[in-house]
C-alpha cells in the first residue's frame, strides 16, 4: 500500500545533529497547526504550545535541561528551535496523553515536510523549578499547565537514522 501518511509515520526517526539555521516561518506553522488537531481526552484542547526560536532563550532552557540530566552536553542536539510542549493538568486526567498525543503530531508532521525532530524529556522538571516555572509565567503560561516535552526541530546534519528492527514480540492478538 503506497500511502503518505502511513510512510511518514513508517519512515520518521530522531534526529540527535542539526544544522544551525532555522527552520523557515511557514514549516513552523504547518508544524504548529498539525499540533493543534491532535486528540485530546473529552475535546478539551489542554495543550500548549510554546515556540522559542531566540537562542538566548533556546540556550537557558538547554542548560537548566542538562543540569536536571546531570551533563554538560546539550540535551538539544543544536537544534535551532523548539517547541516546549504543555498540557493543563486541571482540565482532564489524560493530559499527559494529551500533550504526548500533540508531541508526535508535530514530530509527524515535521518529518512529513523534510524538518528533522527528538522528542527531549524533562520539560516538567524544568518548568517545576523555579526558574523555570519563572519562565513559563512570563510567557503567561498558567501555573496549571505541566511542561510534556520539548519538541527540537531543525535540519538534519547528515542523514537520518535507519530504523532499528522490531521487537518479535511487540503486538499480540486476542481472538
Known amino acids: 500500500m503506497e500511502n503518505e501518511s502511513i510512510k511518514t509515520l513508517l519512515t520518521r ?4 545533529k542539526y544544522k544551525p539555521e532555522h527552520i523557515m516561518e511557514e514549516e513552523m506553522e504547518i508544524i504548529l497547526e498539525a499540533g493543534k488537531y491532535a486528540p ?3 475535546g478539551t484542547q489542554c495543550t500548549k504550545f510554546v515556540v522559542v526560536r531566540n ?3 533556546r540556550d ?3 542548560e537548566i535541561n542538562a543540569e536536571i540530566l546531570g551533563t ?3 540535551p538539544f542536539y543544536g537544534a535551532p528551535d523548539l517547541i516546549a510542549v504543555f498540557a493543563n493538568s486541571a482540565a482532564t486526567g489524560t493530559w499527559i496523553e494529551d500533550g504526548s498525543l500533540a508531541m508526535g503530531n508535530l514530530m509527524n508532521a515535521a518529518h512529513a515536510i523534510g524538518v528533522a525532530s527528538c522528542w527531549i524529556n524533562r520539560a516538567r522538571q524544568t518548568f517545576d523549578s523555579p526558574e ?3 519562565m513559563a509565567t512570563a510567557w503567561g503560561i498558567p501555573e496549571s499547565y505541566k511542561g510534556i516535552g520539548y519538541c527540537i526541530l ?3 546534519d547528515g542523514d537520518e537514522p ?8 511487540f503486538v499480540v492478538y486476542v481472538d
Open 132 to 134: 523555570g516555572r519563572a
Open 154 to 156: 531543525g535540519y538534519a
Open 162 to 169: 535507519l530504523p532499528k528492527p522490531r521487537k518479535e514480540d
Open 55 to 57: 537562542k538566548a532563550v
Open 60 to 62: 537557558k532552557l538547554s
Open 40 to 42: 485530546t481526552g473529552k
Open 13 to 16: 526517526r530522531s534526529v540527535r
Open 72 to 74: 554538560n552536553s546539550d
